[in-house]
Protein backbone atom coordinates (compact mmCIF):
# COMPACT_ATOMS: atom_id res chain seq x y z
CA UNK A 1 0.00 0.00 0.00
CA UNK A 2 1.72 3.62 -1.10
CA UNK A 3 2.14 6.29 1.13
CA UNK A 4 -0.15 9.01 0.67
CA UNK A 5 2.05 11.18 -1.30
CA UNK A 6 2.52 8.82 -3.41
CA UNK A 7 -0.67 7.56 -3.74
CA UNK A 8 -1.47 11.75 -4.79
CA UNK A 9 1.54 11.65 -7.01
CA UNK A 10 -0.02 8.31 -8.86
CA UNK A 11 -3.04 10.11 -9.21
CA UNK A 12 -2.39 13.31 -10.61
CA UNK A 13 0.15 11.51 -13.25
CA UNK A 14 -2.35 9.08 -14.32
CA UNK A 15 -5.10 11.98 -13.87
CA UNK A 16 -7.14 10.15 -11.95
CA UNK A 17 -9.19 10.42 -8.11
CA UNK A 18 -7.52 9.09 -5.30
CA UNK A 19 -10.64 7.20 -4.93
CA UNK A 20 -10.00 5.07 -8.17
CA UNK A 21 -7.43 2.98 -6.07
CA UNK A 22 -9.94 2.07 -3.46
CA UNK A 23 -12.73 1.21 -5.53
CA UNK A 24 -13.99 -2.55 -5.75
CA UNK A 25 -13.91 -4.06 -9.25
CA UNK A 26 -17.13 -5.12 -10.16
CA UNK A 27 -16.88 -5.67 -13.91
CA UNK A 28 -15.62 -8.41 -16.20
CA UNK A 29 -15.74 -7.64 -19.74
CA UNK A 30 -15.77 -10.31 -22.42
CA UNK A 31 -16.11 -11.31 -25.97
CA UNK A 32 -14.81 -8.15 -27.18
CA UNK A 33 -14.96 -7.07 -30.72
CA UNK A 34 -12.01 -4.60 -31.13
CA UNK A 35 -12.51 -2.13 -33.66
CA UNK A 36 -8.82 -0.62 -34.56
CA UNK A 37 -6.68 0.33 -37.17
CA UNK A 38 -3.81 -2.46 -36.96
CA UNK A 39 -1.21 -0.03 -36.29
CA UNK A 40 -2.65 0.93 -32.75
CA UNK A 41 0.30 -0.46 -30.63
CA UNK A 42 -0.65 -3.52 -27.86
CA UNK A 43 0.04 -0.84 -24.99
CA UNK A 44 -2.33 1.68 -26.45
CA UNK A 45 -4.73 -1.18 -26.32
CA UNK A 46 -4.46 -2.17 -23.02
CA UNK A 47 -4.41 1.61 -21.43
CA UNK A 48 -8.30 1.88 -23.72
CA UNK A 49 -9.54 -1.23 -22.46
CA UNK A 50 -8.43 -0.73 -19.06
CA UNK A 51 -9.85 3.00 -18.89
CA UNK A 52 -13.57 1.35 -20.71
CA UNK A 53 -13.33 -1.39 -17.06
CA UNK A 54 -13.16 1.95 -15.54
CA UNK A 55 -15.87 3.62 -17.43
CA UNK A 56 -17.94 0.88 -17.09
CA UNK A 57 -17.25 0.07 -13.18
CA UNK A 58 -18.45 3.74 -12.51
CA UNK A 59 -21.26 3.46 -14.35
CA UNK A 60 -22.41 0.04 -12.73
CA UNK A 61 -21.88 1.70 -9.41
CA UNK A 62 -24.25 4.66 -10.08
CA UNK A 63 -27.04 2.62 -11.29
CA UNK A 64 -26.87 -0.33 -7.94
CA UNK A 65 -28.27 2.90 -5.99
CA UNK A 66 -31.41 3.22 -8.13
CA UNK A 67 -31.12 -0.47 -8.29
CA UNK A 68 -31.79 -0.82 -11.90
CA UNK A 69 -32.15 -4.77 -13.65
CA UNK A 70 -30.77 -5.55 -16.93
CA UNK A 71 -33.78 -5.70 -18.88
CA UNK A 72 -32.08 -6.32 -22.09
CA UNK A 73 -33.23 -8.44 -24.94
CA UNK A 74 -32.01 -9.53 -28.62
CA UNK A 75 -34.76 -9.08 -30.72
CA UNK A 76 -33.02 -10.30 -33.94
CA UNK A 77 -31.13 -13.04 -32.15
CA UNK A 78 -33.37 -15.89 -34.24
CA UNK A 79 -32.16 -14.51 -37.52
CA UNK A 80 -29.94 -16.32 -39.04
CA UNK A 81 -27.33 -14.03 -41.37
CA UNK A 82 -26.61 -15.95 -44.42
CA UNK A 83 -26.12 -12.96 -46.64
CA UNK A 84 -27.34 -9.80 -47.09
CA UNK A 85 -30.89 -10.58 -47.79
CA UNK A 86 -31.13 -11.87 -43.98
CA UNK A 87 -28.74 -9.36 -42.77
CA UNK A 88 -31.66 -6.29 -44.84
CA UNK A 89 -34.54 -8.65 -42.78
CA UNK A 90 -33.23 -8.22 -39.35
CA UNK A 91 -32.82 -4.53 -39.78
CA UNK A 92 -36.43 -4.19 -40.78
CA UNK A 93 -37.21 -6.58 -37.87
CA UNK A 94 -35.23 -4.44 -35.45
CA UNK A 95 -36.31 -1.16 -36.28
CA UNK A 96 -39.93 -2.72 -35.94
CA UNK A 97 -39.62 -3.42 -32.39
CA UNK A 98 -37.78 -1.00 -31.20
CA UNK A 99 -40.54 1.50 -32.76
CA UNK A 100 -37.88 3.18 -35.08
CA UNK A 101 -39.14 3.65 -38.25
CA UNK A 102 -37.40 4.40 -41.71
CA UNK A 103 -37.03 8.46 -40.55
CA UNK A 104 -33.28 9.90 -40.01
CA UNK A 105 -32.65 8.92 -36.59
CA UNK A 106 -31.43 11.90 -34.29
CA UNK A 107 -29.13 10.57 -32.10
CA UNK A 108 -27.82 7.25 -31.95
CA UNK A 109 -26.19 6.69 -28.60
CA UNK A 110 -29.17 7.69 -26.75
CA UNK A 111 -31.29 5.18 -28.95
CA UNK A 112 -28.74 2.46 -27.49
CA UNK A 113 -29.21 3.46 -23.87
CA UNK A 114 -33.07 4.01 -24.46
CA UNK A 115 -32.36 -0.20 -25.05
CA UNK A 116 -30.57 -1.11 -22.20
CA UNK A 117 -26.76 -1.18 -23.51
CA UNK A 118 -24.30 1.03 -21.91
CA UNK A 119 -22.98 3.45 -24.74
CA UNK A 120 -19.53 4.42 -23.36
CA UNK A 121 -17.17 7.32 -25.12
CA UNK A 122 -13.46 7.82 -24.77
CA UNK A 123 -10.52 9.70 -25.32
CA UNK A 124 -8.26 7.53 -27.29
CA UNK A 125 -6.17 7.29 -30.40
CA UNK A 126 -7.16 8.45 -33.59
CA UNK A 127 -6.43 4.81 -34.87
CA UNK A 128 -8.93 3.75 -32.10
CA UNK A 129 -12.60 3.41 -33.68
CA UNK A 130 -14.52 1.58 -31.02
CA UNK A 131 -15.41 -1.95 -29.19
CA UNK A 132 -18.59 -3.98 -28.02
CA UNK A 133 -18.54 -6.64 -25.74
CA UNK A 134 -20.50 -7.94 -22.85
CA UNK A 135 -20.29 -6.50 -19.36
CA UNK A 136 -20.62 -9.65 -16.54
CA UNK A 137 -21.65 -11.73 -19.33
CA UNK A 138 -25.17 -10.30 -19.76
CA UNK A 139 -24.82 -6.70 -20.28
CA UNK A 140 -24.14 -4.81 -23.60
CA UNK A 141 -21.41 -2.83 -24.09
CA UNK A 142 -20.71 -0.41 -26.80
CA UNK A 143 -17.36 2.04 -26.89
CA UNK A 144 -16.97 4.98 -29.36
CA UNK A 145 -13.67 7.14 -29.63
CA UNK A 146 -15.20 11.09 -28.26
CA UNK A 147 -12.65 12.48 -30.85
CA UNK A 148 -13.71 11.39 -34.24
CA UNK A 149 -16.30 12.90 -36.47
CA UNK A 150 -20.12 12.38 -35.40
CA UNK A 151 -21.33 10.60 -38.54
CA UNK A 152 -17.79 8.42 -37.68
CA UNK A 153 -19.48 7.77 -34.34
CA UNK A 154 -22.83 6.81 -35.42
CA UNK A 155 -21.70 4.16 -37.77
CA UNK A 156 -19.00 2.82 -35.23
CA UNK A 157 -21.85 2.62 -32.47
CA UNK A 158 -24.19 0.72 -35.06
CA UNK A 159 -21.02 -1.32 -36.63
CA UNK A 160 -20.55 -2.69 -32.65
CA UNK A 161 -24.16 -3.06 -32.34
CA UNK A 162 -24.28 -5.15 -35.34
CA UNK A 163 -21.61 -7.21 -33.89
CA UNK A 164 -24.08 -7.98 -30.60
CA UNK A 165 -26.85 -8.59 -32.21
CA UNK A 166 -26.14 -10.32 -35.08
CA UNK A 167 -26.82 -14.19 -35.47
CA UNK A 168 -24.00 -15.16 -37.86
CA UNK A 169 -22.26 -18.27 -37.85
CA UNK A 170 -18.29 -17.58 -37.36
CA UNK A 171 -17.50 -20.82 -38.31
CA UNK A 172 -18.43 -20.08 -41.95
CA UNK A 173 -17.87 -16.67 -42.71
CA UNK A 174 -14.30 -15.02 -42.11
CA UNK A 175 -13.78 -12.26 -40.31
CA UNK A 176 -13.50 -9.57 -42.66
CA UNK A 177 -16.80 -11.19 -43.98
CA UNK A 178 -18.34 -10.53 -40.20
CA UNK A 179 -16.93 -7.24 -40.43
CA UNK A 180 -18.55 -6.34 -44.08
CA UNK A 181 -21.86 -7.64 -42.01
CA UNK A 182 -21.52 -4.95 -39.76
CA UNK A 183 -20.70 -2.73 -41.83
CA UNK A 184 -23.83 -3.14 -43.79
CA UNK A 185 -26.05 -3.40 -40.85
CA UNK A 186 -24.82 0.12 -39.91
CA UNK A 187 -25.75 1.59 -43.13
CA UNK A 188 -29.28 -0.41 -42.79
CA UNK A 189 -30.02 1.02 -39.87
CA UNK A 190 -28.84 4.97 -40.68
CA UNK A 191 -30.49 4.94 -43.90
CA UNK A 192 -32.75 2.01 -44.40
CA UNK A 193 -33.19 -0.35 -47.63
CA UNK A 194 -36.98 2.06 -48.54
CA UNK A 195 -35.66 5.08 -47.22
CA UNK A 196 -32.45 4.42 -49.38
CA UNK A 197 -34.85 3.88 -52.62
CA UNK A 198 -37.01 6.82 -51.73
CA UNK A 199 -33.62 9.41 -51.84
CA UNK A 200 -31.67 7.65 -54.37
CA UNK A 201 -33.85 5.65 -57.00
CA UNK A 202 -34.69 1.73 -57.67
CA UNK A 203 -31.16 2.10 -60.38
CA UNK A 204 -28.69 5.44 -61.44
CA UNK A 205 -26.64 5.37 -63.99
CA UNK A 206 -24.54 8.71 -62.41
CA UNK A 207 -24.93 10.51 -58.88
CA UNK A 208 -24.52 14.05 -57.89
CA UNK A 209 -22.16 15.01 -55.08
CA UNK A 210 -24.79 17.46 -54.31
CA UNK A 211 -27.51 14.24 -53.52
CA UNK A 212 -25.13 12.57 -51.12
CA UNK A 213 -24.42 15.97 -49.33
CA UNK A 214 -27.95 16.52 -49.07
CA UNK A 215 -28.56 12.69 -47.24
CA UNK A 216 -25.27 13.41 -45.30
CA UNK A 217 -27.11 15.99 -43.62
CA UNK A 218 -30.49 14.63 -42.90
CA UNK A 219 -29.33 11.09 -42.27
CA UNK A 220 -25.96 11.61 -40.49
CA UNK A 221 -24.20 9.42 -42.59
CA UNK A 222 -20.84 9.54 -44.53
CA UNK A 223 -20.80 9.98 -48.40
CA UNK A 224 -18.58 7.33 -47.83
CA UNK A 225 -20.77 5.28 -46.40
CA UNK A 226 -23.26 6.29 -48.46
CA UNK A 227 -22.23 4.83 -51.46
CA UNK A 228 -21.22 1.63 -50.11
CA UNK A 229 -24.72 1.17 -49.42
CA UNK A 230 -26.00 2.28 -52.79
CA UNK A 231 -23.59 -0.57 -53.98
CA UNK A 232 -24.81 -3.42 -51.88
CA UNK A 233 -28.25 -2.34 -53.02
CA UNK A 234 -27.08 -3.06 -56.35
CA UNK A 235 -28.60 0.76 -57.09
CA UNK A 236 -25.20 1.33 -58.66
CA UNK A 237 -23.05 -0.94 -60.36
CA UNK A 238 -20.07 -1.96 -58.74
CA UNK A 239 -17.84 -0.78 -61.56
CA UNK A 240 -19.74 2.96 -60.36
CA UNK A 241 -18.44 2.48 -57.23
CA UNK A 242 -14.99 1.89 -57.97
CA UNK A 243 -14.70 5.18 -59.68
CA UNK A 244 -16.11 6.73 -56.79
CA UNK A 245 -13.47 4.94 -54.58
CA UNK A 246 -10.72 6.08 -56.98
CA UNK A 247 -11.97 9.86 -56.75
CA UNK A 248 -12.12 9.33 -52.40
CA UNK A 249 -8.31 7.87 -52.78
CA UNK A 250 -7.29 10.66 -55.13
CA UNK A 251 -7.03 13.82 -52.28
CA UNK A 252 -6.96 13.53 -48.57
CA UNK A 253 -9.60 16.10 -48.02
CA UNK A 254 -12.02 13.61 -50.39
CA UNK A 255 -11.69 10.99 -47.80
CA UNK A 256 -12.26 13.26 -44.73
CA UNK A 257 -14.61 14.56 -46.41
CA UNK A 258 -14.02 17.98 -46.03
CA UNK A 259 -16.05 20.85 -47.58
CA UNK A 260 -18.52 17.97 -48.23
CA UNK A 261 -21.22 18.75 -45.93
CA UNK A 262 -21.54 18.47 -41.91
CA UNK A 263 -24.50 16.43 -40.04
CA UNK A 264 -25.34 18.88 -37.58
CA UNK A 265 -27.05 16.31 -35.09
CA UNK A 266 -24.64 15.72 -31.55
CA UNK A 267 -23.99 12.47 -30.03
CA UNK A 268 -23.09 12.18 -26.74
CA UNK A 269 -23.96 9.53 -24.37
CA UNK A 270 -25.60 11.27 -21.53
CA UNK A 271 -27.11 8.59 -19.78
CA UNK A 272 -24.31 8.40 -16.52
CA UNK A 273 -24.08 12.35 -16.27
CA UNK A 274 -27.96 12.48 -15.39
CA UNK A 275 -28.10 9.56 -13.30
CA UNK A 276 -25.15 10.95 -10.97
CA UNK A 277 -26.88 14.33 -10.94
CA UNK A 278 -30.05 13.03 -10.01
CA UNK A 279 -28.48 10.74 -7.35
CA UNK A 280 -26.84 14.17 -6.04
CA UNK A 281 -29.77 15.81 -6.00
CA UNK A 282 -31.97 13.64 -4.29
CA UNK A 283 -29.01 12.63 -1.81
CA UNK A 284 -28.64 9.23 -2.51
CA UNK A 285 -24.94 10.02 -2.59
CA UNK A 286 -22.71 12.98 -1.17
CA UNK A 287 -21.05 15.51 -3.07
CA UNK A 288 -17.74 13.79 -2.83
CA UNK A 289 -18.91 10.50 -4.03
CA UNK A 290 -20.74 12.16 -7.07
CA UNK A 291 -17.12 13.53 -7.90
CA UNK A 292 -15.34 10.11 -7.36
CA UNK A 293 -17.79 8.55 -9.73
CA UNK A 294 -17.49 11.79 -12.13
CA UNK A 295 -13.58 11.27 -12.36
CA UNK A 296 -13.03 14.73 -11.28
CA UNK A 297 -12.07 17.11 -8.41
CA UNK A 298 -14.44 17.93 -5.72
CA UNK A 299 -14.70 21.55 -6.51
CA UNK A 300 -15.20 21.14 -10.11
CA UNK A 301 -18.68 18.97 -9.75
CA UNK A 302 -19.71 21.65 -7.26
CA UNK A 303 -19.08 24.30 -10.08
CA UNK A 304 -20.95 22.06 -12.22
CA UNK A 305 -23.72 20.71 -10.25
CA UNK A 306 -26.55 23.14 -10.43
CA UNK A 307 -29.34 22.54 -7.51
CA UNK A 308 -32.57 24.18 -8.26
Avoid at 191 to 210: A, Q
Avoid at 215 to 242: H, W
Amino acid sequence: MPESNVLIALSNVLQLTTDYFFRAKMVDVSQIAFRKKSTLAAKKTYVIKERIKDSIERYLEIESFFNFQNTFINPIREIKIGNYEDLENAVELLLQKWGLGINAMPNVFEMLEDQDIKVVEIDADEKFDGLSGWVNGNIPLVVVNMNSQVERKRFTALHELGHLLLNIDRCRFAQNEIEKFCNMFAGAMLIPRKTMFKELGPKRSSVSLNELIGIKESYGISIQAIMARAKDLEIITNDQYVKFRIWVNRHEDHKREIGFGDYKGVEHSTRFKQLVYRATAEEIISMSKAASLSNVKLAQFREDFMAI
